[in-house]
């Protein structure tokens, strides 16, 4: 019983919030077709966590909710055109001779979006004190100075990142 109830939860979320958030998501996006699908992930989100839970969640104010759940899915979305037009930008800057295999070029874009997809899941003072360090070449002294924080909590920052990073590798073996 308690399933058919949190299906016409979920039914009921969906009818009376559908058509608002997708005009919510284009004013975000300005792309009906976008707007459209970033939409679909949010009920989709809200849905596996429901079943990830084993019920639905309690959704006092459902637009707000959903606001927030879409939002993050809009940040997401911006983040990842960020990182392509990176990409793009990297590979028309390569000489042709230089530009890598098909295979090789599906290999690296994965890997980069996993990377990218585990930095922005690490607190923002640990993902900056590891891009500092691996990107800007600084020592820990420096990124301690520019931080204002110790070259303690630097050292803990990096750990913790190279944490993450080990987890990435040991999770594609």
Request: with cysteine; hydrophobic share 40%; net charge negative.
């Amino acid at each position: 019983m308690q399933a058919q109830g949190a299906e016409y939860q979920m039914h009921h979320l969906y009818v009376q919030n559908h058509d608002w958030l997708s005009r919510w998501l284009y004013t975000k996006l300005g792309c009906c077709h976008q707007a459209a699908d970033i939409c679909h992930d949010a009920f989709i989100r809200i849905l596996q966590k429901w079943r990830h839970q084993g019920h639905f969640p309690d959704i006092e104010q459902p637009k707000a909710y959903l606001t927030t759940v879409a939002g993050r899915l809009v940040t997401d979305h911006f983040r990842k055109q960020s990182l392509e037009q990176a990409w793009q930008e990297s590979l028309a800057s390569l000489p042709e001779k230089d530009v890598p295999s098909p295979q090789l070029l599906l290999q690296l874009r994965e890997t980069l979006e996993e990377v990218d997809r585990i930095l922005n899941s690490l607190p923002q003072a640990v993902r900056d004190t590891f891009l500092l360090s691996q990107l800007d070449g600084m020592t820990y002294k420096q990124i301690a100075e520019q931080l204002q924080v110790s070259e303690r909590t630097v050292k803990r920052y990096m750990a913790q990142a190279f944490a993450a990073c080990i987890l990435l590798e040991n999770d594609e073996v």
